[in-house]
């Protein structure tokens, strides 16, 4: 009686302790559930791996093209700010544009590049930088212009409206006029926008008035009226090409570069064949950074048949790093 009871204590014994088939199959499925493979270990590392270097990105600038301090062909920068715009530095193609444009286009590039050494900063060196390249491109208008043709013409010889004057009416907004220009001839510059101004007070659609009073601006230097006043003469003469020509200009000159664009652009609807228009405009879109369309403006310039100045050819290719922008030789007369 006594053998059956131990034989029972013994069964249940060895299926608690895991001795039995049914405990060490039991022991090993808890085994297996309780590790993780190697693989499945590894990509866990990896992902905490990569999840920490994206975030050190947003901390750093990573600048190639150059030789750092410690001979490794990139350098580090820290960034002014947590962020992933502009993590990656091309040095070689920010240094290729010209000033202007690489500050507009790559901003924390630059300071990466003038925080690191590789590039100059400086509030005296931005201005040499933009002197210099307003510099360039009055040289290639200015040659460009003379492969035209285009005479050079004194702005007092460019005063509009001189011989209308009528006699019977001295407050008459055309002998305003009149006498504004003389004025301006003579130096008096007061004196004559004093008088353009009765003039278009008294006819405000006097075209004549606006556009001397605009050159007499443009001479003391104070651009924005004077590009003000040349807006108003294509208003009232929307097809006075000469007119969005001097607009755009100024525009230009006060970084205005989307306006000087459209003026151009109508300029270049109202005459297709004006060669001025189309590399004036494409000087804008150089100084934009809008290189693509640049090109596309001397390709149109090449097809009338006119010359494009050497210098500024090598200066596009260089800042859009393209070799499709080429003189033929039937360009050039």
């Not at 559930?33 to 499945?40: I, N, S, V």
């Not at 606006?210 to 929307?238: Q, T």
Request: proline share 5%; net charge positive; with cysteine.
């Amino acid at each position: 009686m006594t053998a059956p009871e131990c034989g029972k204590h013994d069964g249940q014994t060895s299926h608690t302790t895991g001795n039995g088939p049914r405990g060490r199959a039991h022991t090993k499925d808890r085994q297996g559930r309780g590790r993780k493979k190697w693989y499945e270990r590894t990509s866990v590392t990896l992902c905490v791996a990569a999840a920490l270097v994206a975030v050190g990105f947003g901390f750093i600038h990573v600048i190639t093209g150059v030789t750092s301090s410690y001979e490794l062909p990139f350098d580090l920068v820290l960034k002014d700010r947590f962020g992933y715009r502009e993590t990656l530095v091309h040095a070689n193609r920010i240094q290729a544009l010209p000033y202007a444009a690489a500050t507009r286009k790559y901003p924390l590039g630059v300071k990466a590049l003038q925080k690191a050494g590789y590039m100059p900063s400086g509030i005296e060196f931005e201005a040499k930088m933009m002197a210099e390249q307003r510099e360039s491109m009055q040289q290639w208008q200015a040659e460009f212009e003379k492969a035209l043709g285009r005479p050079e013409i004194r702005w007092q010889d460019q005063l509009q409206g001189e011989g209308q004057v009528s006699p019977g009416d001295p407050e008459d907004a055309r002998a305003y006029n009149h006498r504004g220009a003389a004025f301006a001839r003579q130096g008096e510059y007061q004196a004559a926008l004093a008088q353009f101004t009765r003039a278009i007070r008294r006819d405000p659609t006097c075209a004549d008035a606006f556009h001397n009073r605009a050159l007499v601006y443009m001479a003391i230097g104070n651009l924005g009226s004077a590009a003000s006043d040349f807006g108003k003469v294509v208003e009232i003469r929307p097809d006075f090409v000469e007119g969005y020509l001097h607009q755009a200009r100024l525009q230009a000159a006060l970084n205005e570069h989307d306006q000087a664009v459209a003026g151009l652009t109508k300029a270049i609807e109202i005459d297709p064949q004006c060669a001025i228009a189309y590399f004036r405009r494409s000087l804008v879109y150089y100084t934009k950074g809008a290189y693509e369309e640049a090109s596309d403006d001397v390709r149109e310039i090449q097809g009338l048949r006119w010359p494009v100045p050497s210098g500024f050819l090598q200066a596009l290719r260089a800042a859009s790093g393209a070799d499709e922008v080429k003189t033929p030789r039937s360009a050039w007369r």
